[in-house]
Nanobody
Framework: QLRLVESGGGLVQTGDSLSLSCAAS????????IGWLRQAPGKEREAILC????????NYADSVKGRFTISRDNGKNTVTLRMSGLKPEDTGVYYC????????????????????WGKGTQVTVSS
């Protein structure tokens, strides 16, 4: 099973930018779709974006479209989430997660079941 570790979280102000990394190990990285999900205090986890096994396809939730960008470097077993125009509503614990699809195809932001999860990294956006 793929192991995932997030990093890069922190405290920022409204309008700031921040990049998060997801480092993978323990399995063949380019076999996996990687997604990012977040969870605000007292709320359910929200899937926000995903990237296909070789980066051909990406998908974004409306809440982050135009502000967040996902990319992957399979040679480094790393996925990067670049966030800009941050809002207080973006505050939460951010998790990367993975699953093995059938071939490289578009991933779905909604309703996806992930097999592997990181422990999360905290992002706090102040007003």
């Amino acid at each position: 099973q793929l192991r995932l570790v997030e990093s890069g979280g922190g405290l920022v102000q409204t309008g700031d930018s921040l990049s998060l990394s997801c480092a993978a190990s323990g399995s063949t990285f380019d076999d996996y779709v990687i997604g990012w999900l977040r969870q605000a205090p007292g709320k359910e986890r929200e899937a926000i974006l995903c990237i296909s096994t070789r980066g051909r396809y990406t998908n974004y939730a409306d809440s982050v479209k135009g502000r967040f960008t996902i990319s992957r470097d399979n040679g480094k077993n790393t996925v990067t989430l670049r966030m800009s125009g941050l809002k207080p509503e973006d505050t939460g614990v951010y998790y990367c997660a993975a699953y093995v699809p059938v071939g490289e195809r578009q991933c779905s932001v909604r309703g996806t079941r992930y097999a592997s999860w990181g422990k999360g990294t905290q992002v706090t956006v102040s007003s």
